[in-house]
């Protein structure tokens, strides 16, 4: 019989140090070959938000599954989260429906994980400063992963509402040793900092080039699309990349895909997956001064992992309850 697991069945059963494990893992796996998983489907939904859809298959641990997502930013004004998803896992043996997943926490927490082994295999150990370029859902769940691979002493955090940084720092900051701030503007935040995770909305770039020091490590994660980014050309431009997925990056990511339209740098530019980082096929960081960014899409295989130990841990917990089609 499948089995449905709400939003708070899966918060309660996946924690971000495991996430950040299995995220490796499966990272690990789609740069191996080791994955089935076409490129997502997405369709414009009447020019305000997108609908997706991200099947895919891995053979360890055997998982078959699909996320559906929509992306409505005016969904604010609603009392709504911006992203929404649904998970269906599969059995890989028959086909046979297993299990669906509020997927809106698994987005939410797994782009944090991949972004946290991102900079855990590329930051300097030495970093000590983070800025955050946003202040909603994905800043809240970046400052968590991020905290638990770096030990911070001061984090920073700036978005379009200064009240809404605010309310996040306080939110958060029961839980955190660092220095919290709330940033006058994306420059103050990242000037300096030794990591910055960019988690907005914005179409246009919100970091340049001349603020970001040498050394930095850049998790890019707002921008999904080709015609969005959040980095202007000169910072991507001197930058040493890493992406999830080479064939993604190329096809939707704006932070890649603008700059090679503008001829100031071609495919050849991404340094190499992050999989192939995590599975020591390619090289990370070279030197302390080098800036690093993870440009960060997500991928179905990302949620299949984490969907499939939420499913493994809540049934040994006897969460989720049975249902018939």
Not at 21 to 47: C, I, K, T, Y
């Amino acid at each position: 019989m499948p089995v449905l697991l709400s939003e708070n069945d899966v918060r309660v059963v996946l924690t971000m140090p495991d996430l950040i494990v299995a995220m490796e893992r499966a990272l690990d796996q789609f740069s191996r070959g080791a994955v089935r998983q076409p490129l997502r489907n997405v369709v414009d939904v009447g020019g305000h938000g997108f609908y997706g859809v991200m099947p895919a298959f891995m053979g360890d641990p055997p998982s078959l599954g699909t996320k559906l997502v929509t992306v409505f930013h005016g969904n604010g004004e609603r009392g709504l989260p911006s992203h929404l998803a649904t998970i269906l896992l599969h059995d890989p043996e028959t086909g046979a429906l297993q299990a669906i997943l509020d997927g809106r926490y698994i987005t939410e927490a797994r782009t944090a994980a991949v972004s946290a082994a991102s900079t855990k295999h590329l930051a300097r150990t030495d970093a000590r400063v983070l800025a955050v370029v946003g202040a909603g859902v994905q800043a809240r769940s970046h400052i968590d992963s991020l905290s638990h691979v770096r030990d911070f002493e001061e984090i920073r955090v700036w978005g379009r509402h200064a009240d809404r940084a605010q309310t996040l720092l306080q939110e958060v900051g029961a839980h955190l040793r660092p220095r919290l701030v709330v940033s006058r503007s994306a420059k103050e935040a990242v000037k300096d900092a030794d990591v910055i995770a960019l988690v907005t909305a914005s179409r246009e770039p919100v970091v340049e080039r001349a603020w970001v020091r040498d050394g930095a490590h850049i998790c890019a994660v707002g921008a999904c699309r080709p015609d969005q980014r959040e980095m202007d050309t000169a910072l991507v431009r001197d930058a040493r990349v890493f992406v999830d997925s080479r064939l993604g990056a190329l096809a939707e990511a704006g932070d890649i895909v603008i700059p090679i339209n503008e001829k100031a740098i071609d495919a050849s530019h991404i340094a190499a997956e992050l999989g192939d980082v995590f599975g020591g096929r390619a090289v990370g960081r070279r030197s302390d001064s080098e800036i690093t960014i993870f440009k960060s899409l997500g991928m179905a295989v990302e949620d299949l992992a984490a969907a499939h130990l939420a499913l493994e841990r809540a049934s040994e917990r006897g969460l989720g309850r049975g249902f018939v089609l």
